[in-house]
Antibody
């Protein structure tokens, strides 16, 4: 059974940092691209960042570019999102999701999602 | 404001057929396949339709998708009370070089 378990969310002040983790199990982690999608309170879904199966290709939304960094450790079956210079508007539930494919470019078929971790940016 | 446009709300009665629209443009729906996600209250999104009209294993055949030009639609037949939730369309955008989502349509079963 595929499982994705996010952790690392919490309350942080504007300008602060957090590192989210997503522990994966039930599939060959290195064979699939992974993605972070967020959802602000009461709002819709927003793609944040994705990374290919090998980690050799990554991409991020303009809203987080230069502040957030996606990475993965295939030996630990874990996906990460390092979030720096956090802003109030980054407040959201952050979901990790598994892609259908090895490469993330050109695709947005996410067949498994974690339960999400809440990040609150507030002073 | 979302790149893909969806009506904010829809409703129907049990047993009815309802449809949701999703409007985009050439770089996204016009050039790439459309996927649909269902988000039940308090839960994570779930892939409902991929590649315009394909259902993942385990998804009921009451759900169907279609695409024409720069628009797509999702239909639910035999509406059930536990279908209530939010429905999002998504597509890759060649201009933004990333996935884009619609703002979501909230379904109420009356």
């Amino acid at each position: 059974e595929v499982q994705l378990l996010e952790s690392g969310g919490g309350l942080v002040q504007p300008g602060g940092s957090l590192r989210l983790s997503c522990a994966a199990s039930g599939f060959t982690f290195s064979n699939y691209a992974m993605t972070w999608v967020r959802q602000a309170p009461g709002k819709g879904l927003e793609w944040v960042s994705d990374i290919s199966g090998s980690g050799g290709r990554e991409s991020s939304a303009d809203s987080v570019k230069g502040r957030f960094t996606i990475s993965r450790d295939n030996s630990k079956n874990t996906l990460y999102l390092q979030m720096n210079s956090l802003r109030v508007e980054d407040t959201a539930i952050y979901y990790c999701a598994k892609s259908f494919y090895y490469d993330s470019s050109g695709y947005c078929e996410f067949d498994y999602w974690g339960q999400g971790t809440l990040v609150t940016v507030s002073s | 404001q979302s790149v893909l446009t969806q009506p904010p709300a829809a409703s129907g009665t049990p047993g009815q057929r309802v449809t949701f629209s999703c409007s985009g443009s050439t770089p996204n729906i016009g050039s790439n396949s459309v996927n649909w996600y269902q988000q039940l209250p308090g839960t994570a999104p779930k892939l409902l339709i991929y590649n315009n009209n394909q259902r993942p294993s385990g998804v009921s055949d009451r759900f169907s998708g279609s695409k024409s030009g720069t628009s797509a639609s999702l239909a639910i037949s035999g509406l059930q009370s536990d279908d209530e939730g939010d429905f999002y369309c998504a597509a890759w955008d060649d201009s933004l070089n990333g996935p884009v989502f619609g703002g979501g349509t909230r379904l109420t079963v009356l």
